[in-house]
């Protein structure tokens, strides 16, 4: 039995990952999947994998793109989620702002730099006209952070994945005033290129079974149930995510890659427009 070690968040985008190990999908295939949640998010995974603390990590496509680009040696070896993102922008309950462009001039709470609430509040900024360079950031480290720093003495406003936030918009912690969706393909599977080189026939059998619960997972009878029981959301934020959401099986295609890498390189985020096969796993 071969132990691999996988981390993502702790998000209902994940299940299939859990509903295979919880079955021994992967132990069939003779591999031992050990998961590891990180609420911290994409930042703290990519770095996790820079260090060499997991050999696979479902991540968000605009950050591990940015930190593959600054050095970090893995490679993306398909999409996961290729459907866009939805990150909901939020205030604290208290706060007096009502609309988006109210933000202005308001500092962002994000979960650490390099992070996904990091980088997308940059685009969103972008998208609004505003000037980037006034961005001011708050590091609250997890959602957990967030609730605590968007207090009643708290301006700042935070950008987190639309359906995880809304049960703490319905309690009347968070008020949303907004969405800003991802422009390409929210999530993607990545290896370390050591555990590439080092387990070449591996990677097959992990994907094979990935993709056959991403195939079916909206066909198994009340996923929408499980996934309301499992996350704690409402049945019809669930179904609505559903109806949103689509999983893919195929690798990231390059004119996506440069997509990102251009909008990243337009932020400054980036130094350079690099090539494909720094990135993008290919047999």
Same mark, same amino acid.
């Given at each position: 039995?071969?132990?691999?070690?996988?981390?993502?968040?702790?998000?209902?985008?994940?299940?299939?990952?859990?509903?295979?190990?919880? /079955?021994? &999908?992967?132990?069939?295939?003779? =591999?031992?999947?050990?998961?590891?949640?990180?609420?911290? $998010?994409? *930042?703290?995974? +990519?770095?996790?994998?820079?260090?060499?603390?997991?050999?696979?990590?479902?991540?968000?496509?605009?950050?591990?793109?940015?930190?593959?680009?600054?050095?970090?040696?893995?490679?993306?070896?398909?999409?996961?989620?290729?459907?866009?993102?939805?990150?909901?922008?939020?205030?604290?309950?208290?706060?007096?702002?009502?609309?988006?462009?109210?933000?202005?001039?308001?500092?962002?709470?994000?979960?650490?730099?390099?992070?996904?609430?990091?980088?997308?509040?940059?685009?969103?900024?972008?998208?609004?006209?505003? /000037?980037? &360079?006034?961005?001011?950031?708050? =590091?609250?480290?997890?959602?957990?952070?967030?609730?605590? $720093?968007? *207090?009643?003495? +708290?301006?700042?406003?935070?950008?987190?994945?639309?359906?995880?936030?809304?049960?703490?918009?319905?309690?009347?912690?968070?008020?949303?005033?907004?969405?800003?969706?991802?422009?390409?393909?929210?999530?993607?599977?990545?290896?370390?290129?050591?555990?590439?080189?080092?387990?070449?026939?591996?990677?097959?059998?992990?994907?094979?079974?990935?993709?056959?619960?991403?195939?079916?997972?909206?066909?198994?009878?009340?996923?929408?149930?499980?996934?309301?029981?499992?996350?704690?959301?409402?049945?019809?934020?669930?179904?609505?995510?559903?109806?949103?959401?689509?999983?893919?099986?195929?690798?990231?295609?390059?004119?996506?890659?440069?997509?990102?890498?251009?909008?990243?390189?337009?932020?400054?985020?980036?130094?350079?427009?690099?090539?494909?096969?720094?990135?993008?796993?290919?047999?």
């Amino acid at each position: 039995m071969k132990t691999v070690r996988i981390i993502g968040v702790p998000e209902h985008f994940n299940l299939p990952w859990h509903l295979a190990i919880e /079955d021994g &999908a992967f132990e069939d295939r003779g =591999i031992q999947l050990k998961w590891t949640d990180v609420p911290e $998010g994409t *930042g703290k995974m +990519s770095q996790m994998l820079q260090e060499n603390q997991t050999d696979f990590a479902v991540i968000l496509t605009e950050g591990i793109i940015k930190s593959i680009s600054h050095g970090n040696p893995c490679k993306i070896v398909q999409q996961y989620i290729s459907s866009p993102l939805l990150w909901g922008i939020h205030v604290g309950a208290k706060s007096k702002r009502k609309v988006v462009s109210e933000l202005e001039n308001d500092p962002v709470a994000i979960s650490r730099m390099g992070s996904g609430s990091h980088l997308m509040s940059i685009i969103n900024a972008q998208d609004q006209g505003w /000037d980037t &360079a006034n961005l001011m950031f708050e =590091i609250i480290h997890n959602l957990e952070g967030a609730v605590k $720093g968007l *207090g009643e003495d +708290s301006n700042a406003y935070f950008m987190w994945e639309h359906f995880t936030t809304k049960p703490l918009v319905d309690k009347g912690v968070f008020k949303w005033l907004g969405d800003c969706p991802t422009p390409w393909p929210c999530f993607v599977i990545v290896a370390t290129d050591s555990f590439l080189s080092e387990n070449p026939g591996l990677l097959k059998h992990i994907l094979e079974v990935i993709n056959t619960y991403t195939l079916e997972f909206k066909q198994i009878p009340s996923i929408d149930r499980t996934l309301a029981n499992r996350y704690g959301q409402k049945l019809q934020d669930i179904q609505e995510w559903l109806g949103k959401t689509t999983w893919g099986q195929q690798q990231l295609s390059e004119d996506t890659l440069n997509e990102v890498q251009q909008r990243l390189l337009g932020l400054q985020l980036v130094d350079e427009v690099k090539q494909a096969n720094l990135f993008l796993f290919t047999n």
